[in-house]
């Protein structure tokens, strides 16, 4: 398990690593953390000819709160889910953080790289997908600015970035003042991806919600559930409209099997654990998504 | 074979310049280039955590680094913990609580226990388990690595001991 | 030196010796080694389960700079294979070939190996071979293995069908009683048909083996974790057509073996014979998805058993039927691990009536064999799986219904139809102490109330028996296996009277260095620190004939207070020589040898009688100068560990979730060596045992016979938030028929560890009639039986 033979810059600059992109195209991959893409270079799974190492890209690690949150792609998962800024405006990002593999590998593994993996298990895609995140690519050729939905659509292990994008950036709009989150989800193991998961955010003026955003993540892809969201807007906050959520989340929900389990477990699951988010979201009084 | 890179590895407080191709990992670097074997290798691909080091004082994977991401920055690995025949109070209580068997996790459960400790003086033993969960140990069944861990702490706060 | 001893050793928790390299990062295991001139091996698997092999093209590989050798099949004429040492009557030869022949039989089978300067470039070689593999339909499942019409994997023996084995054995071991009478006098027949899944050792390192060939002296030094150095020393001489004196297995640490290292392997012969031709040192370091597709899986069984039982509880026959997955190919010790549970099944029960059919079973799957436990915890599932089922059809509470057929103290030994012959116990008295601990009653109240608040809370209690301290040769003969079960050891004194230790046991974790110091140490009668244990070099230590296994250190245990008795009787000899006495006046206590009833005036130490013993210029007629002796041990009988675990968890209908409230142990493993380091083996073979249970499995594909399990990401070994804290007790029933009274227990801890589980799973769904028949209990499968249910 030793990685076949590549060439290896490591960039300082934005641009720098965007010329590199552009030189090696499709032939070249982006290191971030690592904690994805070295078990595949370690397996042989992933044989790039060129690696860009962006790790000193000092320019692409930080995060800015300021309205809308900004997240420079290379910011580490422990900063992310340590960072009070963060906590602040989205509770929900260091509570998902939290689930992440383990401290070692949240050490090294980004957010950018996270979804730019795009693990159809991973916490933060579904995460973002429900805070309504955007996040900024950029080529030697210019910068978009992609939403979540449009940079997975129903992928897996890959997203609509092109081979000479790198992800930059990701922007998360400010919550409403009213809305509360609540975030679950089913591993066998402690820190293991997870069998499936559910990131909900609702507001509610009083007891009428008025906005439901719901991501889940451990089916094929990660994705909002609109029948879920569809019958909680209007509805009172309260056990029937969850379960209702729930079973809408089953229908929604792209289940799989695999060694872990099985796609109907997986559909209860998905059931389950909305209508255990949507509590713990109804729970958590306080605004600011708390 | 691809180029050779050259590049300064600052292992426990000294610095060796080796010459490595890109593609081989930090890890192999520290067993292979600089003979340090106490860096074990359980899978390779980040589960275990036998591999288990300090990068610039956080906890890393070195199965996950490539060698030539390290040049210049500062590794402990299990070599460096404790002073010569002074034992770190985690190698001391691991010994004492009967935490390790075979051994071959230990040098990793010892660093993340260090780290979990030099983040929380005196954790829980349930805070221990779900801190320390990324490293295996086939063993012991983990009881007595939470108990050497916890003894760990209690020394280390009345000595201030650390890293 | 001062022979005073304070301590007496036995049943003191000293401090391992081990650890002081280990906590340092200073161990020395196979992949830390790497002389002058290495290269390195790498093999290409085969990448289907069964698959004819109609030429591989080696000559890109071979042209690829760093490349030194390519081996295939074609390269094995004339290499011999390991022997299946168990060789039970009517048994099909199948031993596990070097490298596959023609076809390859199971995902992961070595196709060809490859040497190259650095493991990096051997990889880069493999890449380069180009086999012509033409794909054959598969079979992945044991009743599918079969049927008509199956896939037969090994066309020489003509079917899947390895053996059939009948117990009571048709070696006149055990007793039939009259099955069929039971079962029409039966008032219920409660029936149960389990899979036991198949998983293994996994342990954190990685097989590996450095092979060194000598042109010159013509020796080959072999560096590997075998636990049985001597019989791997044999075998593989024979199989590479050297002489066994050219061969050296030396034993470094081993990060964890749980059995998986007892048998031999195809690597052993392709290191070996690589560094002969090439004249250098070979190295293979096993990467984790080799080490999950390729070494030893263990366990997998389709049971189906059936109870005949009277009203009162009374258990009046078990008849079953076992098929055991074994893979491919038999390994090293053929269908052993489901022979010893047709053999162990009637566990603590006094069952007169038994029958069961024992069937090895060819698949395209990893060989099955040596695993912790071997055979004894897939019994233990099963018997303690009816018990509970019996209990829930009688209306009779499991732990009585247990009491009421459990052997008592007072009738060992006992000779169960199952052919053993248990040495001694006190089955009811750790019954009643595992209960007493759990706070049973307390527990079962609370049940009902928590239950009532949406709670579900079950109670599992599993008995067990291991028949551990293999064995008897004279028995193992009977049973046709192959070597002998003896464990020798050689104790040298040296002038300065202090002692070598010379073991063929290996220290894999439990602490065999420290455990055999303190028995050496106590019966010198010397300071601990004055013993020294030499491991790991079949150039220096005894012959084992059964090697290092959990359950063993009893053994090599006695053969070194038979050695120390011989070097106390010589020192008494020597010494009263020296003391001008009569040696029936003199006496070996407290590491003096002093004249009885005058030791304060008339005493020696033995360091004064070992110089003398070494000047040799008065020792007495018929001994020989030095102070050393040799014991070869081969055990009267099998010890029989015995207790009782009882699981209590919380399982989440929701989800299928298994939450840990309480874990308690009672063993009785006879007298203790070291109570710290036993509660340590305890804890790593519940580890090992409920891994099993819940989260550890090899999945094959059915529709591509793929190995599924093949990362660490998929194959989930417990963690620390997966395991309880365990509350361990101890009962000591010394063994009669082993000095010292110890009894095997390194692997007792996974024996009942499954079952316990699964029915405090089924006991909290008793109310869905949810019965926990398969392993792992992984949350998917449990929510899909509740489901079921309709819980
Ligand atoms: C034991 C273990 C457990 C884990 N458990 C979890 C878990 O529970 N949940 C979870 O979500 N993840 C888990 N992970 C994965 C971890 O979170 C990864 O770090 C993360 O998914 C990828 O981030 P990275 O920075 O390491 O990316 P890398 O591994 O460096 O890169 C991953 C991919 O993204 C591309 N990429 C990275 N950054 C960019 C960029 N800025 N622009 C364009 N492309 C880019 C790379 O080219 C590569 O293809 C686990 C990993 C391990 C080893
Ligand atoms: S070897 Fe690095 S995590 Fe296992
Ligand atoms: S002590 Fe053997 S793996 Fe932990």
Not at chain 1, 163 to 172: G, H, M, V, Y
Not at chain 3, 536 to 542: A, E, I
Not at chain 3, 602 to 623: C, F, M, N
Request: hydrophobic letters at 40%.
């Amino acid at each position: 398990m030793k990685p076949a033979a590549f060439d290896y810059s490591a960039p300082e600059s934005i641009a720098e690593a965007l010329d590199l992109l552009a030189e090696h195209g499709s032939g070249a991959k982006v290191l971030a953390g690592g904690q994805s893409l070295v078990p595949m270079l370690n397996f042989r799974l992933a044989r790039p000819a060129h690696l860009i190492d962006v790790n000193g890209v000092d320019s692409l690690s930080y995060i800015s709160a300021n309205g809308t949150l900004r997240i420079g792609s290379m910011t580490r998962l422990t900063a992310l889910g340590e960072s009070g800024d963060v906590a602040g405006a989205h509770p929900i990002i260091p509570k998902a953080v939290a689930h992440i593999g383990h401290r070692a590998i949240r050490n090294r593994g980004t957010i950018g790289g996270s979804l730019a993996h795009n693990d159809p298990a991973a916490e933060l895609p579904a995460v973002l997908m429900a805070l309504d995140a955007e996040v900024t690519a950029r080529s030697a050729d210019g910068e978009r600015v992609v939403g979540m939905q449009d940079l997975i659509e129903d992928r897996l292990f890959e997203t609509t970035l092109g081979d000479t994008e790198l992800l930059t950036e990701i922007r998360i709009p400010a919550a409403a003042a009213s809305s509360t989150s609540g975030f679950q989800e089913f591993a066998r193991r402690h820190g293991d991806f997870a069998l499936a998961g559910v990131a909900a955010v609702i507001t509610t003026d009083g007891s009428t919600i008025t906005q439901a955003a719901l991501g889940a993540f451990g089916g094929t892809h990660a994705t909002r559930l609109p029948t879920a969201e569809a019958a909680l807007l209007g509805a009172e906050t309260g056990d029937a409209a969850f379960a209702a959520a729930g079973a809408g989340a089953a229908a929604d929900f792209p289940a799989t099997s695999d060694v872990h389990g099985t796609a109907e477990y997986r559909s209860h699951l998905i059931n389950v654990l909305t209508v255990r988010a949507l509590k713990e979201a109804a729970g958590n009084s306080g605004g600011g998504n708390g | 074979m691809a180029e050779t890179m050259s590049v300064v590895l600052n292992v426990n407080g000294s610095g060796r310049a080796v010459s490595v191709e890109p593609r081989k990992t930090l890890a192999d670097a520290i067993r292979e280039d600089l003979g340090l074997t106490g860096t074990h290798l359980g899978c390779e691909h980040g589960v275990c955590g036998a591999c288990t080091i300090l990068l610039d004082g956080e906890v890393v994977r070195s199965c996950l680094l490539l060698a030539v991401q390290a040049d210049g920055a500062e590794i402990t690995t299990i070599e460096g913990i404790g002073a010569g025949d002074d034992l770190h109070p985690m190698q001391q209580a691991f010994s004492e609580y009967h935490g390790l068997q075979c051994g071959f996790c230990t040098p990793g459960m010892i660093l993340a226990g260090i780290d979990v400790v030099s983040r929380n003086p005196d954790p829980t033993p349930q805070e221990i388990r779900e801190e320390m969960g990324g490293n295996i140990c086939r063993c012991t069944g983990y009881q007595k690595i939470v108990e050497s861990v916890q003894a760990a702490a209690a020394v280390m706060s009345t000595e201030g001991g650390s890293a | 030196m001062t022979t005073t001893q304070e301590t007496r050793w036995i049943g003191v928790s000293a401090p391992r010796r081990e650890d002081a390299p280990l906590i340092r990062g200073r161990g020395r295991y196979i992949a830390d080694i790497e002389p002058a001139g290495t290269v390195h091996m790498a093999i290409l698997r085969s990448p289907y389960a069964h698959a004819r092999i109609n030429g591989i093209d080696t000559a890109a590989a071979e042209a690829l700079d760093g490349v030194h050798c390519v081996l295939t099949a074609a390269d094995l004429e004339g290499i011999g294979d390991f022997p299946t040492i168990w060789r039970l009557p009517g048994q099909k030869e199948s031993n596990t070939p070097a490298l596959a022949p023609g076809k390859a039989r199971y995902v992961g089978e070595p196709v060809a190996a490859v040497v190259a300067d650095s493991r990096y470039m051997a990889e880069d070689a493999l890449d380069l071979l180009d086999v012509d593999y033409e794909i054959l339909d598969h079979v992945v499942d044991v009743e599918a293995a079969l049927a008509d019409g199956a896939p037969v994997i090994n066309e020489d023996l003509g079917d899947n069908t390895i053996i059939e084995y009948t117990f009571p054995g048709i070696n006149a071991l055990g007793v039939a009683g009259d099955i069929e009478g039971a079962f029409e006098e039966a008032d219920e027949i409660v029936s149960g048909r389990f899979k036991v899944g198949r998983y293994s050792g996994v342990a954190l390192e990685t097989r590996g083996l450095v092979a060194d060939w000598d042109d010159l002296r013509q020796t080959l030094t072999l560096h590997s974790g075998s636990q049985v150095a001597s019989l791997l020393r044999t075998e593989l001489a024979a199989a590479l057509g050297i002489p066994e004196t050219s061969v050296r297995i030396l034993t470094p640490n081993i990060g964890g073996a749980f059995g998986n290292q007892w048998d031999r392997y195809p690597e052993d012969i392709l290191v070996s014979l690589a560094s002969m031709k090439l004249g250098r040192p070979v190295k293979w370091i096993e990467d984790r998805r080799e080490a999950l597709q390729a070494t030893v899986h263990g366990r997998e069984q389709l049971q189906e058993w059936q109870l005949a039982a009277s009203s009162d509880g009374t258990v009046l026959g078990l008849k079953g039927r076992v098929l055991s997955d074994q893979g491919a190919h038999l390994h090293s010790v053929g269908i052993g691990p489901a022979w010893v549970t047709g053999a162990a099944a009637v566990n603590q029960y006094k069952i007169a009536n038994y029958h069961c059919d024992v069937v090895g079973v060819a698949t395209n799957k990893t060989p099955n064999s040596t695993f912790r436990g071997f055979g004894g915890p897939e019994a233990m599932f099963g018997i303690e799986r009816m018990m509970d089922k019996t209990a829930r059809r009688l209306g009779i509470d499991p732990a009585e219904l247990r009491r009421r057929n459990m052997i008592q103290a007072d009738e060992f030994p006992y000779f169960s139809p199952g052919g053993a012959v248990y040495d001694s116990g006190n089955y009811p008295a750790a019954l009643a102490k595992a209960l007493e601990a759990v706070e049973y009653d307390k527990v079962r109240e609370e049940q009902q109330s928590l239950r009532d608040q949406g709670v579900y809370r079950g109670i599992g209690i599993a008995s067990y028996i291991h028949v551990s301290g293999f064995g008897p040769s004279a028995i193992l003969g009977i049973l046709d296996y192959y070597t002998g079960g003896y464990e020798g050891s050689t104790v040298k004194i040296d002038p300065h009277g202090r002692a070598t230790l010379y073991t063929g046991m290996i220290p894999m974790g439990q602490g065999t260095e420290t455990t055999l110091a303190q028995v050496a140490a106590d019966h010198l009668e010397i300071d601990i620190a004055n013993v020294r244990v030499v491991w790991g070099d079949t150039d220096q230590t005894p012959y084992t004939g059964f090697g290092s296994a959990g359950s063993r250190s009893n053994v090599a245990a006695v053969a070194v207070i038979k050695a120390i008795e011989q070097i106390k009787a010589k020192a008494v000899r020597i010494g009263a020589g020296l003391l001008e006495a009569d040696p029936d006046d003199v006496a070996y206590a407290d590491g003096r040898i002093s004249v009885k009833g005058a030791e304060e005036m008339r005493s020696l130490t033995l360091a004064d009688v070992a110089q003398q013993a070494y000047w040799a210029h008065k020792i007495p007629e018929g001994d020989q100068p030095t102070l050393e002796a040799t014991y070869v041990y081969d055990p009267a009988n099998f010890t029989t560990a015995c207790g009782t675990h009882v699981a209590v968890v919380d399982v989440d209908i929701d989800t299928g979730k298994i939450d840990w409230v309480k874990y308690v142990v009672v063993d009785d493993a006879g007298t203790i060596i070291n109570p710290l380091l036993v509660e340590g083996q305890i804890h790593g073979a519940l580890s090992n045992g409920l891994g099993g249970a819940m989260l550890e499995e090899f999945v094959y594909d059915e529709e591509t016979g793929q190995l599924l399990s093949s990362t660490l990401m998929d194959y989930l070994v417990p963690s620390f938030t997966d395991l309880p804290d365990f509350e361990i007790h101890h009962l000591v029933t010394p063994s009669p028929h082993t000095e010292g009274g110890f009894k095997g227990m390194g692997e007792a801890g996974c024996f009942p560890a499954a079952p316990a589980l699964a029915n405090a799973v089924a006991d909290a769904l008793s109310h869905l009639g949810v019965e926990v028949d398969q392993t792992p209990v992984t949350p998917s499968r449990l929510w899909s039986l509740i489901d079921q249910a309709g819980g």
